[in-house]
């Protein structure tokens, strides 16, 4: 960690997410709160996650602007754009004005995407390869960490002052976020011309990430692998519900300190995910990611507080290490030129099936056990692992691969 903060344009840009991060997060519940006290719907409130996950299907547009236009510029403009649109909320008076929560909460999500991508890419210029697990691991850390406390702060600002003060400062931290990325001064790699004439040109602009990803054998194995694990991570959303009612006997009240204990656990999982990295390579760390969040399912489907806090703990654990390795493995293997949409198009691809599993989710514990389906869910997980976990496999994933970019490569 020393090492990485040595880097001037890191610690800005650690600087400013780590304040953007905590609006974020302040804000999105205060959007559902909000939501929900207008209308007095739970499904409005639930609507506004909606609004704000559908814009990731957009990420092949995404990436391309990313790979085409400066990174650093792409993502100031993108800062003050969504400070604006957050400020659109302080015009929200009563029920006639929901649309205005539902059209910021989707720009809002559009914005999250395209600077996350925007955000690899540049990181990805920024740091040597040997820091690149330590810069994905740092962001990941703080991320998790501010998930803590990001909600209890703007549900209390959002009660004691209303959902105007909410959005004034989040736009503030869009704002310190631009005024960081202002002083970085990270040269970027060249960007090579758009093509322009027919439609299949574009067609193919936008498909070269996905493309990239099937071309290479170590993403190709680590993204399929992860596509059929995300077709099953989305059940914890609705059996989550029942291990506090039927499996700790608790009210749903309850579900805070599950909330809290799995954030503990994520905080633990980003601090040692750079670590565990360099040991079993980026692949490597994938698969651990998806064996802890199987065993931590196993455990979720017990009884008692013990098992269930530790699978609940363990589960929060093996996200970062998914995340980590996944964002890494991407940087490494994939051309400057190329970074946005190679992670445009995993993240688009990932979060089709996991919105799917959140539904086959909500409708499976509504006809069979609980525990039947956090045990169908881990023998999923597990199996992944160990497509990605096997002693020779692994050591054919981990070696580098001829080429390999490098940053600032075109």
């Known amino acids: 960690m020393r090492e990485l903060l040595r880097h001037r344009d890191f610690r800005l840009l650690l600087l400013g997410q780590t304040l953007s991060m905590f609006g974020d997060t302040a804000l999105f519940l205060a959007l559902a709160v909000w939501a929900r006290e207008l209308t007095g719907s739970a ?57 205005l929560l539902y059209g910021v909460a989707v720009v809002y999500g559009a914005s999250l995407a395209l600077f996350q991508s925007a955000r690899s890419a540049l990181v990805q210029s920024m740091l040597p390869p040997s ?90 194995r680590v993204v399929g692998v992860l596509l059929v694990a995300w077709g099953v991570v989305g059940f914890t959303e609705s059996t989550v519900f029942l291990v506090v009612s039927d ?39 994938v698969g651990l990611g998806l064996a802890g969040a199987g065993l931590g399912s196993v455990l979720s489907a017990g009884k008692g507080f013990v098992p269930v806090l530790a699978g609940i703990a363990l589960f929060g654990a093996a996200l970062p290490w998914v995340a980590v390795g996944l964002v890494t493995v991407l940087q490494r293997r994939t051309p400057a030129a190329l970074q946005g949409r190679t992670y445009s198009a995993a993240d688009t691809a990932l979060t089709v099936p996991q919105t799917v599993s959140i539904a086959v989710g909500a409708a499976l514990v509504a006809f069979v056990d609980y525990r039947l389906v956090l045990l169908a869910m881990a023998l999923v997980l597990v199996g992944c692992a160990a497509g990605l976990l096997g002693p020779a496999r692994l050591s054919r994933l981990r070696r580098p691969r001829t080429g390999a970019a490098r940053p600032g490569s075109p």
């Open 43 to 99: 499904s409005a409130g639930g609507l506004v996650f909606l609004a704000l996950a559908l814009p990731a299907l957009g990420g092949p547009v995404y990436g391309l602007w990313v790979d085409r236009l400066p990174r650093r510029r792409l993502m100031i403009a993108v800062d003050l754009s969504t400070a604006a649109a957050v400020l659109l909320l302080l015009a929200v008076r009563g029920v006639g004005q929901l649309w």
């Open 247 to 285: 499996g700790l006997g608790r009210p749903p009240g309850f579900l805070g300190v599950l909330s809290f204990v799995q954030g503990l656990g994520a905080v633990a999982g980003g601090l040692s995910s750079a670590q565990l990295g360099r040991r079993l390579g980026e692949p490597g760390l």
């Open 131 to 220: 820091l690149l697990g330590n810069g994905n691991a740092a962001l990941t850390t703080v991320r998790e960490g501010l998930r803590l406390v990001g909600p209890l702060v703007g549900a209390a600002l959002f009660v004691t002052l209303g959902g105007g003060a909410t959005a004034v400062l989040d736009a503030l931290t869009f704002v310190v976020s631009a005024g960081c990325l202002a002083l970085v001064r990270t040269a970027e790699p060249p960007r090579p011309h758009l093509q322009r004439g027919t439609g299949r040109d574009l067609r193919g602009e936008l498909a070269a990430g996905a493309r990239h990803i099937v071309a290479d054998p170590v993403l190709r």
